[in-house]
């Protein structure tokens, strides 16, 4: 049941270094750190510093069947274990990784180049509640009693699946772990979960920590990349579920293939989230809102984002000097320091992508780009992946910057009189996840509410996903429910009708 190391090691005595040695060129096969058949590895980076932090496993199909295999092996037991059992041993999870949350913590930082203070450690903390959140739930698994006839017992009851396949991405590892890893396992399933290339190695410890408490196979870990690695978790006869977040262009992909097997998929995509902001509000309040919903302290990685603005005229100009200041008193720096408020862009690719988008607002006739906070000055980052958080003024809502996913720290902020035209500019996209309104006239939030196109609508705050919160988009932004009671019954969970002939 243990890994080849224990889980329970004091976390803070653990440089992040140190765990990465332990966790270098391996995948999690049976409550196993492994090397993976295919022998191949990819490098991972540090991108505030874009120093080679280890080297990560390269699981290949063969991987990939071992790992389903194990899965499926497990199953068959766990599958049969009392519901409130499973629950149990989830809740000590989270118990354990609570523990370990400050180590998890700052692996995370180190990979994905996100700030201690700000993200990761709340990460850390969102993770393991989680855990303990489903790990109540065991006996919500319930089915209905039907009426039909009086010499009839007929009722149904909730299945698993059977393995599920998770396949995630980089910008919060251990919370997108947890929205798919809980739920299912609760549930009766056991998981196959693919790491993000950028961000294997938080993702791996935890699931080691995991293997500590489970029985072997019930959690697997692999690594790779999509085409190869996730492709073939996809393709897998065995596998009867795919719970996926990333870009709507790989979600269709495995949407595409998930129908050829006929099997249920959940896909949390992108988004371009709107913030209308109301004449009647206290502007320091809704300022501090707004750059927490854009999630300035993540580099504006998050597909909730408020990457859509828009403040009534009558409040523009002082909204815009207020907005700017605060976000000039955001530190930009190293993630690891306590004292750091931004850190950096996760990938080349990404840094690429971002300023690009950045390049074609500020070329735009018209366009004003106010770049704040100010690049880091110490000289072990100056290879660093850092972006200026930015914001554009001078874009109408149908400019390129205002309709796509940029992922970055890049928001438009649009000056609107109108309520009915500003609720339409603000459905006027093909991404429907998440909307922020901010006004205390209950009749226009009320409106607001009814008509905004998308899965999680919030009024004068903004929480980021909650445990018990369902979460999910609209439109393009994907298809179905995490993070709720109702994630893991529909979506982790099939039923079963029977009836009892009683005559
Ligand atoms: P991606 O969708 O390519 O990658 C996400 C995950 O899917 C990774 O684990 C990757 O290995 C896997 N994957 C890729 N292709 C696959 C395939 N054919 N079959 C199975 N698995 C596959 O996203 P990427 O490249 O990391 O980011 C690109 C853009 O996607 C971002 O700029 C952003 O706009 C959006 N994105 C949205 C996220 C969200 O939270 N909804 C998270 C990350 C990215
Ligand atoms: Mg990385």
Request: aromatic share 6%.
């Amino acid at each position: 049941m243990s890994s080849s190391s224990s889980g329970r090691l004091p976390g803070t005595t653990l440089t992040p270094l140190s765990l990465i040695k332990h966790l270098d060129s391996k995948i999690l096969i049976d409550g196993m750190l492994v090397s993976p058949h295919s022998k191949k590895t990819f490098p991972v980076h540090n991108p505030a510093t874009m120093d080679v932090i280890g080297q990560a496993a390269e699981a290949s199909a063969e991987d990939v069947e071992r790992a389903v295999e194990s899965s499926r092996k497990a199953q068959k037991e766990w599958r049969h274990m009392d519901a409130a059992k499973r629950g149990l041993l989830v809740s000590q999870c989270g118990e354990l990784l609570e523990e370990h949350a400050e180590e998890l913590a700052r692996l995370m930082t180190l990979e994905t180049g996100k700030a201690l203070r700000t993200e990761s450690q709340v990460e850390a903390k969102v993770f393991s509640n989680t855990f303990r959140f489903y790990g109540g739930l065991g006996l919500e698994l319930k089915g209905e009693t039907i009426p039909l006839s009086n010499s009839m017992l007929t009722l149904t009851i909730r299945e698993p699946l059977g393995v599920v396949g998770a396949i995630i991405a980089w910008n919060v590892p251990l919370l997108l772990m947890s929205l798919k890893v809980a739920p299912a396992l609760v549930a009766g399933n056991t998981v196959v979960i693919k790491s993000a290339e950028e961000a294997p190695f938080a993702v791996l410890r935890a699931a080691e920590i995991i293997n500590t408490i489970l029985p072997p196979g019930v959690l697997n870990v692999i690594s790779g990349d999509g085409p190869t690695t996730g492709a073939a978790l996809v393709h897998h006869p065995h596998v009867a579920k795919i719970t996926f977040t990333g870009s709507v262009e790989t979600g269709k992909e495995i949407y595409k293939h998930s129908s050829k097997k006929l099997v249920p998929v959940t896909l949390e995509l992108g988004g371009k989230s709107p913030m209308i902001i109301c004449e009647d509000v206290d502007l320091p309040t809704v300022v501090d809102g707004a750059i927490a919903s854009m999630r300035f302290t993540r580099q504006g990685q998050s597909c909730t984002a408020a990457s859509r603005i828009f403040v009534h005229q009558s409040l523009f100009d002082k909204f815009l000097a207020l907005f700017k200041e605060k976000l000039n008193s955001l530190k930009m720096g190293d993630p690891m320091d306590l004292e750091t408020d931004i850190g950096a862009i996760i990938s080349p690719k990404q840094h690429k992508r971002i300023l690009d988008y950045i390049d074609i607002g500020k070329t735009t006739p018209g366009a004003v780009a106010h770049e704040c906070s100010a690049l880091p000055n110490d000289p072990k980052l100056t290879k660093g992946l850092f972006v200026r958080p930015v914001f554009f003024t001078g874009l109408s809502n149908s400019h390129k910057v205002c309709r796509e996913e940029i992922f970055g720290p890049v928001t438009a902020i649009i000056p609107w009189s109108d309520f009915a035209d500003v609720l339409n500019q603000a459905n006027d996209s093909d991404y429907g996840l998440a909307a922020t309104l901010w006004t205390n006239d209950l009749h226009r939030a009320l409106e607001g509410v009814h008509k905004l196109e998308a899965g999680l609508v919030q009024v004068n705050q903004n929480v980021v996903v909650q445990p018990g919160l369902s979460y999910g988009g609209f439109k393009s932004s994907g298809l179905g429910k995490e993070a709720s009671l109702e994630a893991m019954l529909e979506h982790f969970t099939q039923k079963k009708t029977i009836i009892f002939n009683m005559q």
